[in-house]
Structures are given as structure tokens and as C-alpha cells.
């Protein structure tokens, strides 16, 4: 006698009628045009407006607080939440680490989605970049050659590199994004370790990208920002062949 796996209809119509009302939730924040910290309506408003259940609202209420759609301070009332992207780390940092156990698929999606936001906005930033700003990012390749010599690990000093050189744009949403992949990508790199990573010639592939970036060679420096993940790509494929 066969067991059914599938979920009950039951089950199913009471998730869709959960995600139903999220959607509600969150459509009501856009029509009455409020913005992060504003406070929301009070549960029973918020009853009465959406016709649902106490218990109902609640159970959706905390989805879209675990989403970091809304605030919940308890003796204070429910806000919507400023921009939060820990979620989206936590969440992107998991679903990676756990295709390492299998064919890393998502490990590697993820590497291409950096690669190719930070290439193909590396124009946009040549063309803005001031001296002043090329003068930190220079001082940021220096510290990362010297401790690359003492066979140091720099990590901080590397992200602190590709965070300088998009700050030009001024695009707040795309730092947040890139602090986002950056917290992903380390976390992968502990998975997989840094054994054979060699520091200087990483170092060196930064000091070549700040050189195109200085020459205001656009298309160099996309090429280069391209190839720039290739090391951590294979490192991704040679550890799925090993598990």
C-alpha cells in the first residue's frame, strides 16, 4: 500500500488563501501611499477592511515580518519596515551553501550574478569617478599587495575595494545589493576554504582593474572584473566533484 505524499487540498487552499492575503496586506501599504517607519492599522482595522480572522491576520502578519515588509514593536503597534536586506542574505547564504552538498548550481548562479552586475555598471562608474575617490581606492590596493606579501588574508580590504568602486553612482539600492552578495559570497568561500588561493596574484588582478579604471579603459575593465570571478567559480565546481 502506497503512501500519498501530496499536500492536502485543505492544506493547499489555506496557504494560497495565507499568501492571498499577504499580498492584500502589502497592497493596502501601497494605496494609502505609506512609507518605511510609518505606522500601519491597528489589527482591527486591518480585520475589518480585509474581512478576515484575528488569528487569520496574525499568522500573515508574521510572513510579512519575516519578510521585512513590516515592523512588529510589541506595545508600540506594526510599522513598515525600513529597507532590510539581512533576510535576503540569510536566505540567498542558505539556498548557496546548500546546493554545495549537491551540484552547486545556485553557488554558481549567484557568482554570476555578481560578475555580471559589477561588469556591466563599471562604465557607468568610469565616468563618474573623481580623483579623490581613485586616491581611497588606490590606498585600498596598496594594503591589499602588502598583506597579500605577508601571506596575509585580506577579505575586509577586498570588499572594501568593489564596495569604493561602485560608490561613485550614488545608488544606495545597489550597494545594499552588492553588501548583500558580498555577505554570500564570504559565507560560500568558508564553505568551500581558501586552500591554493593564491593572494598575490589576486591582489595583482585588483591593482589591474584599478588600472584600467584610472585609464578610463571601460571595456578593459569590464573584461577584467568579468575574469576576476573565475577563480571562485572553479573553486565552487571543484568542490561539488569532490563531495
Known amino acids: 500500500m502506497s503512501i500519498s505524499t501530496a499536500v ?3 492544506r493547499f487552499s489555506a496557504q494560497a488563501r495565507l499568501r492571498a492575503l499577504q499580498a492584500d496586506v502589502m497592497e493596502l501599504i501601497l494605496e ?3 512609507e518605511a517607519g510609518d505606522a500601519m492599522p491597528t489589527e482591527n482595522e486591518l480585520c475589518e477592511v480585509l474581512g478576515v480572522g484575528r488569528n487569520t491576520l496574525r ?3 508574521k510572513v510579512l515580518q519575516a519578510l521585512g515588509v513590516i515592523e512588529i514593536r510589541h506595545g508600540f503597534g506594526m510599522f513598515v ?5 539581512e533576510a535576503l ?3 540567498l547564504t542558505f539556498r548557496g551553501r546548500l546546493s554545495l552538498r549537491h551540484e552547486g548550481l545556485e553557488a554558481l548562479q549567484l557568482v554570476d550574478i555578481r560578475q555580471a552586475l559589477e561588469s556591466g555598471l563599471i562604465s557607468a562608474c568610469i565616468a563618474v569617478v573623481s580623483e579623490e575617490h581613485l586616491v581611497r581606492i588606490a590606498a585600498v590596493v596598496e594594503n591589499m599587495e602588502v598583506l597579500a606579501q605577508d601571506g596575509e588574508q585580506f577579505v575586509e580590504a577586498d570588499a572594501e575595494f568593489h564596495r569604493l568602486l561602485f560608490e561613485p553612482l550614488g545608488n544606495d539600492l545597489l550597494m545594499n545589493l552588492m553588501g548583500v552578495f558580498w555577505k554570500v559570497y564570504r559565507k560560500i568561500h568558508l564553505e568551500i576554504g581558501t586552500g591554493g588561493m593564491d ?5 595583482a588582478e585588483h591593482r589591474s582593474i584599478y588600472d584600467a579604471v ?3 579603459d571601460a571595456t578593459t575593465a569590464a573584461a577584467l572584473l568579468s575574469s576576476h570571478f573565475d577563480g571562485i567559480r572553479a573553486k565552487i565546481k571543484q568542490f561539488v566533484e569532490a563531495e
Open 8 to 10: 492536502p487540498k485543505a
Open 59 to 61: 499568522e500573515s502578519l
Open 32 to 34: 494609502r501611499d505609506l
Open 214 to 216: 584610472v585609464a578610463q
Open 89 to 91: 542574505a540569510d536566505g
Open 81 to 85: 519596515a525600513p529597507s532590510n536586506f
Open 199 to 203: 593572494l598575490v596574484r589576486t591582489a
